[in-house]
């Protein structure tokens, strides 16, 4: 990460990370494929940390829109220590790395789920309506692709000074309305 941002993710090579971390090319390739592969790493470690701000909030009392908040503002804060060129290399990784998912047909074997303990929580807590499995994973692959879209965006300049926990909380806030209004 370090060599990213002060190099650039482009001008960085494999060769640089190796020396840079102290390892060998064949104990870098060992672990990763590929150059993309550590990036895209690098973005389901954001994930993870902001699903576990969600499971120690729904530890005690919640709000569902709270907790989204919360969540959204320690992914901000991970965005932030990196240049916005590398936060949409990263996020374009990940797009690459779901469509060769997709194209396999395979599992990713990555845990970058960053809502569905929050939403099948908020289901059993009567917060939400009664959703079943399959919608609950629906509803949080919907809420995951508002955040990386709005990380996209976020790194674009797209939001002016809003920050980015704040428009994409208020966007995934809408789409749990629909679903809390939507006819059987």
Same mark, same amino acid.
């Given at each position: 990460?370090?060599?990213?941002?002060?190099?650039?993710?482009?001008?960085?090579?494999?060769?640089?990370?190796?020396?840079?971390?102290?390892?060998?090319?064949?104990?870098?390739?060992?672990?990763? =494929? @590929?150059? &993309? %592969?550590?990036?895209?790493?690098?973005?389901?470690?954001?994930? @993870?940390?902001?699903?576990?701000?969600?499971?120690? #909030?729904? !530890?005690? =009392?919640?709000?569902?829109? $709270?907790?989204?908040?919360?969540?959204?503002?320690?992914? /901000?804060? *991970?965005?932030?220590? +990196?240049?916005?060129?590398?936060?949409?290399?990263?996020? #374009? &990784?990940?797009? @690459?790395? &779901?469509?060769?998912?997709? $194209? /396999?047909?395979?599992?990713?074997?990555?845990?970058?789920?960053?809502?569905? /303990?929050?939403?099948?929580?908020?289901?059993? %807590?009567?917060?939400? =309506?009664?959703? +079943? %499995?399959?919608?609950?994973?629906?509803?949080?692959?919907?809420? !995951?692709?508002?955040?990386? /879209?709005?990380?996209?965006?976020?790194?674009?300049?797209?939001?002016?000074?809003?920050?980015?926990? &704040?428009?994409?909380? *208020?966007?995934? *806030?809408?789409?749990?309305?629909?679903? @809390?209004?939507?006819? =059987?």
């Amino acid at each position: 990460m370090a060599l990213w941002r002060t190099k650039g993710y482009a001008t960085t090579t494999i060769a640089d990370i190796c020396t840079a971390a102290g390892v060998s090319k064949a104990l870098f390739y060992f672990y990763f =494929p @590929r150059k &993309e %592969d550590v990036l895209f790493e690098v973005g389901v470690m954001s994930t @993870r940390s902001a699903h576990r701000a969600i499971h120690k #909030l729904l !530890q005690g =009392p919640y709000e569902i829109e $709270a907790v989204i908040a919360a969540a959204l503002t320690t992914f /901000e804060r *991970s965005m932030a220590r +990196n240049p916005k060129e590398l936060v949409i290399e990263t996020i #374009l &990784e990940g797009y @690459r790395h &779901e469509h060769r998912i997709l $194209a /396999e047909g395979a599992s990713s074997g990555v845990d970058a789920d960053m809502f569905s /303990e929050l939403f099948a929580r908020a289901t059993v %807590d009567g917060k939400l =309506p009664d959703l +079943n %499995d399959e919608e609950i994973t629906h509803l949080a692959y919907l809420a !995951q692709t508002m955040v990386s /879209e709005g990380a996209r965006h976020w790194a674009a300049g797209a939001f002016g000074t809003r920050s980015f926990a &704040e428009v994409v909380t *208020s966007d995934i *806030s809408t789409l749990i309305d629909g679903y @809390r209004h939507r006819k =059987p």
